[in-house]
Structures are given as C-alpha cells and as structure tokens.
C-alpha cells in the first residue's frame, strides 16, 4: 500500500526556516519524480517544487525560487522541502505527490503556518 506521510510543518515567524519531510512506503521512491503541493484556505493546490528520480533535476514555483530547496534521499525512501525566509503567503497545507503506474497518490499534509 503507498503512503506518503509529511511532517515537518508549524507555527512559524516571518523571515523563519522550516523543514518538511515526506516519508513514502509501499514503494521505492528511487525511480519516481516527487513534488510537493500547498494549498492556502480559500485557493486552489500549487505545485511548490519537484525533484526528478536521481535529484539531479529541480523544478519551484516563481513565488519560492530561492528560498525554498527541495531534496531527496532514496537510500531511506524520503523527500524533503527546505523553506527559508519564509512569508506569511507561505501559509498553507503542504502535501507530497507521485505519479505512479497511472495512480496519483497524495499525502495527508502536513500545516505551514507564518504569523508574527
């Protein structure tokens, strides 16, 4: 059974970093692309960023290029989402994805809250 647990996601001030993780099962993550997802309250889903299979290619949304840095590690089936200099229109629900054999998998999001 796939699943995509992230976490990493809380509370912080504007100008704060945080670090999400998205831990997958149920399938190797070494052959995949994985991305991560935001949606705010009110909006619809954005991609954020994503990574090709061997990480070597990288992909963000304008409105994060340059403070947000996304990484992979296969070796322990896990993504990961840097976010620095982070602003209150970073507020949102983050969610992991894969493409897989014709099936999209969502995790269940973890919150990303910027507020002084």
């Known amino acids: 059974q796939v699943q995509l647990v992230a976490s990493g996601g809380d509370l912080v001030q504007p100008g704060g970093s945080l670090r999400l993780s998205c831990a997958a099962s149920?399938?190797?993550?070494?052959?995949?692309?994985l991305i991560w997802y935001r949606q705010a309250p009110g909006k619809e889903r954005e991609l954020v960023a994503g990574?090709?299979?061997?990480?070597?290619?990288?992909n963000y949304a304008d409105s994060v290029k340059g403070r947000f840095a996304i990484s992979r590690d296969n070796n322990v089936n896990k993504v990961f989402l840097q976010m620095n200099s982070l602003k209150p229109e970073d507020t949102a629900v983050y969610f992991c994805y894969v493409f897989r054999f014709g099936n999209h998998y969502w995790g269940q999001g973890t919150q990303v809250t910027v507020s002084s």
């Open positions: 990574i090709t299979s061997d990480g070597e290619g990288t």
């Open positions: 149920g399938f190797p993550i070494s052959s995949y692309t």
